[in-house]
């Protein structure tokens, strides 16, 4: 069983959509709880949670919870420390799953009782990543990882009991606080990726749009910079590749900027 975890700020636009996608789930039953925590919305959200809490066709349990505005790493935080199942599925509100998306990862689950945690795709298609394509479950490595950014928070699901290893979200972070989170999941975990699309990213929004990373490009861009300053502080990976992920965000950061400035 899952408990679904959603930070909601400002999100009467998409939390219904974001809610539907569970309901219209292949396998609803396996949803134990919908913990919503609303983290000082300024706008219609928590009536919108309400309001579809109340429906007479809502199969969901929903719990919601509101609190001061403090961030997307204590809502999420928030969110664990409430949740009673055996597995922890996040989702970010203004993003949807696919109607298959929690019966495939059971089945994995089920196949593979050492996986603690399990991640997918935005797309259809093979995992590409230090210049292999693998089409089947995944064993991701740390430094794999870190050359490739492919843990989305909205297709993570994580074994409840083994968030104490690697403890909570990092509340002092604006940025980057998932990627900190789930490398210090690497030290003691088994991670695995599963090559399906598991999301439909950002309702009414592009990876790059004026919503999303975009706006906040530059502190990102410094946020991963960060992370990999504390990996190598921690001797988690070496110089030389401490100097190269240096090196490739930096290429990186100018070609996303490149790419906005295109959209402009």
């Avoid at 300053?229 to 070609?255: A, D, H, P, W």
Wanted: some cysteine; glycine content about 6%; hydrophobic content about 35%.
């Amino acid at each position: 069983m899952f408990s679904v975890i959603i930070p909601a700020y400002n999100s009467e636009k998409t939390i219904e959509k974001t809610l539907d996608s569970l309901q219209n789930q292949t396998k609803p039953e396996l949803i134990q709880e919908v913990i919503i925590i609303n983290d000082g919305s300024t706008d219609g959200t928590k009536d919108k949670v309400e309001q579809y809490k109340s429906r007479q066709d809502c199969i969901l349990n929903i719990i919601l919870y509101n609190q001061r505005n403090t961030g997307v790493a204590a809502a999420r935080n928030a969110g664990i420390r409430m949740a009673t199942a055996d597995y922890l599925a996040f989702l970010d509100s203004d993003d949807c799953w696919v109607p298959e998306k929690l019966e495939m990862q059971e089945k994995v689950l089920k196949k593979n009782p050492r996986i603690d945690l399990l991640c997918g795709g935005m797309e259809e298609g093979p995992l590409k990543i230090l210049f292999h394509k693998d089409h089947v479950l995944h064993h991701l490595s740390l430094k794999e990882y870190c050359t490739k950014s492919v843990i989305f928070t909205s297709t993570v699901v994580i074994r409840r009991s083994r968030v104490k290893d690697a403890g909570y979200f990092d509340e002092s972070m604006q940025y980057c606080e998932d990627m900190n989170y789930y490398q210090r999941f690497f030290e003691w975990n088994q991670v695995y990726y599963l090559p399906k699309k598991l999301v439909d990213y950002g309702i009414g929004r592009k990876y790059y749009g004026q919503s999303g990373l975009s706006s906040h490009l530059k502190e990102m861009h410094c946020g991963r910079k960060r992370n990999f300053q504390i990996l190598r502080r921690k001797k988690k990976i070496s110089f030389t590749f401490y100097i190269v992920m240096i090196v490739f965000g930096e290429i990186k950061f100018l070609r996303r900027k490149m790419i906005i400035n295109r959209q402009k």
